[in-house]
Each structure stands twice: as C-alpha cells, then as structure tokens.
C-alpha cells in the first residue's frame, strides 16, 4: 500500500528537490556502488538535509526505483517516438540501441537500477510500460502489420527479457556489440514473418 505521508511533487521547487536527490543517488551509485549507498550520503550530494529527503522516499531502494522507472520511461517514450516517426523494419536496430544503453552507467550501476525497479513494482512492471507503451503509439503509428496482443507481447517483453537475463549473468561475457546485432536478427526476423503472414498471396 502506498505510504499517503509522502509528498507528491506538485511543485517546481519540490520537483527540483527531487531530481537533485535522484541525481545525486545516481553520482553516488556510479562513483561507490550500491553497497556504499545511503539516504544520507545521498542527501548530503543533494545538499538537501535528510529529512526532506524523508518527505519524498522512504528508503535507499525507494530512491533507486524512482530513478529506474524515471529512465525506463524515457527510454519507452524514445521507442514510441522512433517508430511513430518510422514505422518500417530498418527501426528495429535503434530500438534495440536504446533498450540496450537507455539506462545510462556502468553495468553494476544498470543492475542494481534493473533489480530496483523489479522488487518495487514485481513482473507487472512490464505489464505498465507495455500497456503505456501500446497507448503512446496508438493511431500515431503507421505501421507495416496489424498487432495481435500475442504479437505486441512478444515485441514488447523479448528483447526485454533476454537482455535482463544478460545483465544477471555477466559470467556469460557476452558481448555488447554482437548481443545488439543478434537482438535485431532476431526481431527483424520475427517482424518479417509477421508480414509475410499478413501480406496477401498474389
């Protein structure tokens, strides 16, 4: 249940004493790690006094969930901008770019930011940015293909999804570049036949 105690930033001044303490958690987790991480140090970066920092976030994992979700949408509304503004399949490689480098940092930095936003908001918080993402583009995409809900699933949570696991299994040494190209592969491959589906037999 949400705690109603804590302020909404309605505000200029509150907004900006928000994102002084979400830049500031951001700083800190880059230059220390989440284990050095604390509401205090972060406060004190923020040059805020820590309990103005209680006005907004309960905790450290309150702060990077915040921080999470805020980089998870911008990445999201990115996406939706990019196939709104090109609909055609040659998009599918600077989707992928900016799923895999949208959320900006070291891959500790990424991980512990992935690991926020999952423990706050559980599975369903694909679920959010899937149905956000479907209203974004809704009659402003002209896309090359009807979407079933299975097929926008897929679209949506694959790339998602093995790029998580990649980022929980960095023993595997996979590489940035070649995991990009086969990222596309494989979405441009499943969007081809979604389209070969669909077109009509001459």
Do not use: C, W
Request: zero cysteines; aromatic letters at 4%; proline letters at 4%.
């Amino acid at each position: 249940m949400a705690d109603k105690s804590r302020r909404t930033p309605r505000q200029a001044r509150a907004e900006g004493t928000v994102d002084a303490i979400l830049d500031a958690a951001f700083q800190l987790l880059e230059a220390d790690g989440i284990e050095k991480l604390t509401t205090n140090h972060v406060a004190q970066r923020a040059g805020v006094s820590i309990g103005t920092l209680y006005q907004y976030f309960a905790s450290k994992q309150d702060i990077l969930a915040a921080l999470a979700q805020r980089r998870a949408s911008a990445v999201r509304d990115a996406i939706a901008d990019t196939i709104i503004r090109r609909p055609e399949i040659s998009s599918v490689r600077p989707i992928v770019r900016a799923l895999m480098h949208g959320f900006e940092g070291s891959p500790a930095t990424r991980q512990a930011l992935l690991d926020a936003m999952f423990l706050r908001g559980g599975d369903g918080v694909l679920a959010q940015h899937h149905g956000a993402f479907l209203a974004a583009i809704a009659g402003r995409a002209r896309l090359q293909l009807d979407l079933t809900a299975e097929s926008a699933f897929v679209l949506t949570h694959a790339p998602i999804a093995l790029l998580r696991a990649a980022a929980a299994e960095p023993e595997l040494g996979l590489d940035p570049v070649r995991l990009e190209d086969e990222l596309v592969r494989l979405m441009e491959a499943y969007i081809g036949a979604l389209v070969s589906m669909q077109r009509p037999e001459s």
